[in-house]
């Protein structure tokens, strides 16, 4: 059995499409198909059940999946952990990171490419739900984002600062002018929220249900536009106050309702060895002016 076997099997796995996973490994359909059929021959057990209309795997094939995964992860675990014994010159660190948290990210993620250029950096930008998915395949060394409301089994939180849920409106919005704000005030006006599944409004999820006629206008996934509508219009969202970070023309007022933080955390997973390159951003992110200035802000 070949580590290179395993890790196209892996991919077809997950595609569930040879076409695409050769693609994706830069290998021939054939060469593909010929590796996994060797694999199989090795372990005595069909994997993967081939049709002219899809691929699917069978109960060794998702028997061995996890293992796979696991494997590969070690092996390449090996190569940088001895790597990681010389130095921090080279190498890939892969950083999930939520839409909210993205923000405060850009200062870290300059200082690091300039003092560690020969360490690639993969960011994913995702929702909680698919990060963390991506946490538990260790497709991702680790996660930047708002701690969960439950914890997740198998994955330690670390707090970087606190922040608070806040209503976000423009400057000249009647909601502008004060130094906090109750649900009662912001659902008389038109709504722009951010879309299920996002942190903040899985937050301000739960507290919204006690007021049926909310009038939402739109809701969008994407931050970035979300407060381009804010900025031009009388709409009001909901955020965490650290996605405004070197935002202008829009102001955040915190939301007057019980335990309004909103901790701003580093996820791992428990027991995971954590590479260098890794300690060494988060190192850097805890020193940023973005999270400095939020440290104490709303302990």
């Not at 691929?55 to 992860?73: F, K, Q, Y």
């Not at 939402?216 to 804010?230: G, S, T």
Request: glycine share 4%; charged share 20%.
């Amino acid at each position: 059995m070949e580590l290179r076997q395993l890790k196209y099997f892996v991919h077809v796995a997950r595609t569930l499409n040879f076409s695409e996973a050769a693609k994706d490994l830069c290998v021939t359909q054939s060469t593909l198909s010929q590796q996994i059929k060797q694999l199989e021959c090795e372990l005595g057990t069909q994997l993967l059940i081939r049709s002219s209309h899809k691929v699917s795997l069978t109960e060794a094939g998702e028997l061995l999946l996890p293992r796979a995964i696991n494997t590969i992860h070690d092996a390449a675990q090996c190569v940088e952990i001895v790597s990681d014994l010389n130095s921090i010159a080279t190498g890939t660190l892969n950083i999930g990171v939520t839409y909210s948290f993205s923000p405060i990210l850009t200062e870290s993620v300059l200082t690091f490419m300039k003092l560690y250029p020969g360490v690639k950096l993969n960011i994913f930008y995702k929702t909680m739900e698919e990060l963390m998915e991506m946490l538990s395949r260790r497709d991702v060394d680790f996660v930047l984002a708002f701690r969960p409301s439950v914890p997740i089994p198998g994955v330690e939180s670390h707090i970087l600062f606190q922040n608070c849920l806040s209503a976000i409106v423009s400057p000249n919005h009647p909601l502008a002018s004060k130094d906090k704000v109750s649900l009662s005030e912001i659902v008389r006006y038109d709504l722009a929220l951010p879309a299920r599944g996002l942190q903040s409004r899985n937050a301000i999820e739960p507290l919204l249900r006690s007021f049926p006629s909310l009038r939402v206008r739109i809701e969008l996934n994407e931050v970035n536009i979300l407060l381009k509508l804010i900025r031009s219009s009388m709409l009001v969202t909901v955020l965490a106050e650290a996605t405004l970070h070197n935002e202008t023309g829009i102001k955040a007022v915190p939301i007057d309702i019980p335990d309004n933080e909103m901790s701003g955390c580093v996820h791992t997973l428990k027991d995971s060895w954590r590479k260098r390159s890794m300690q060494e951003f988060v190192k850097i992110l805890s020193e940023s002016m973005a999270v400095r200035a939020r440290q104490n802000a709303w302990i």
